[in-house]
């Protein structure tokens, strides 16, 4: 399969005519574009998008957006980046600037190629009980144990997102190591704390109406919970090695 990377830089074979100097489409049209593929997508968050740079449509004298086919390879990879591996802006972003230094890969991609493995949100996600319990592996009497510790929760009428199964199966390799249920809710405990904590950072821009704020939110919770796993890996690792005297 063609990598979202090689589709960024050379998108020119599903367009009429590739690069920035090809046949130029309006925010709409690209809109229209995109809703095959990532049909939450509006106006509101192509310019917020915009606004963090992570594409440049040129401008008409009038102030209309006209947006190339290698804009709208831009925008799959950053929509694909975030569905599929939950990337905040500021990583992508990093990626884009990589990719446009690397020398092009020889290939002629399409755009489609960029989301061909479509992940959906763990939150879309529905997973009944029977599935979840053959997937980790568990017994259904330590699938409750954990939802009455409230390590996993259960959505009416009782299925389960694809965050549960990835809960499970790490609470599956930590107990091989000798830890027992009950030792973890230390991590739910932890866990509602950030949660609460990050809740009154974001509180100000999910009380707004408007729908590049609530773009801005959902944002800035990607940032702060990839912000959070790297303080909660560096200070499990720094405490270890103390505790290894490395």
Same mark, same amino acid.
């Given at each position: 399969m063609t990598s979202p990377g090689a589709a960024a830089r050379d998108p020119g074979a599903s367009g009429p005519q590739g690069g920035r100097d090809g046949a130029l489409m309006s925010i709409g049209e690209v809109l229209a574009h995109l809703r095959t593929e990532f049909p939450d997508t509006t106006i509101s968050k192509l310019r917020f998008l915009e606004a963090e740079g992570l594409v440049d449509p040129q401008r008409t004298a009038s102030g209309y957006r006209k947006y190339s086919w290698n804009d709208v390879a831009r925008l799959r990879f950053v929509l694909t980046a975030q569905r599929d591996q939950y990337l905040p802006l500021r990583v992508i972003r990093e990626q884009l600037?990589?990719?446009?230094?690397?020398?092009?890969?020889?290939?002629?991609?399409t755009l489609v190629a960029v989301g061909a493995q479509r992940a959906t949100d763990p939150a879309d996600t529905?997973?009944?009980?029977?599935?979840?319990?053959?997937?980790?592996?568990?017994?259904? #009497?330590?699938?409750? +144990?954990?939802?009455?510790?409230?390590?996993?929760? /259960?959505?009416?009428?009782?299925?389960? $997102?694809?965050? *549960?199964?990835i809960i499970v199966e790490a609470v599956v390799g930590l107990t091989r190591y000798g830890l027992e249920v009950r030792h973890l809710r230390?991590?739910?405990? #932890?866990?509602?704390? +950030?949660?609460?904590?990050?809740?009154?950072?974001? /509180?100000?821009?999910?009380?707004?109406? $408007?729908?590049? *704020?609530?773009?801005?939110?959902?944002?800035?919770?990607?940032?702060?919970?990839?912000?959070s796993q790297r303080l909660h890996a560096a200070l499990v690792?720094?405490?270890?090695?103390? +505790?290894?005297?490395?």
């Open positions: 600037d990589r990719m446009e230094q690397e020398p092009a890969v020889p290939q002629r991609p529905r997973i009944p009980k029977t599935d979840l319990l053959e997937r980790t592996g568990v017994e259904e #009497a330590l699938l409750a +144990e954990l939802e009455q510790i409230g390590l996993v929760t /259960a959505r009416p009428p009782g299925w389960y $997102d694809a965050d *549960a199964v230390a991590f739910r405990n #932890a866990a509602d704390r +950030e949660v609460g904590l990050f809740t009154q950072l974001l /509180a100000p821009m999910v009380r707004q109406h $408007d729908p590049a *704020a609530r773009a801005r939110a959902t944002e800035t919770a990607r940032e702060l919970q990839a912000l690792r720094s405490g270890l090695r103390g +505790e290894l005297g490395r």
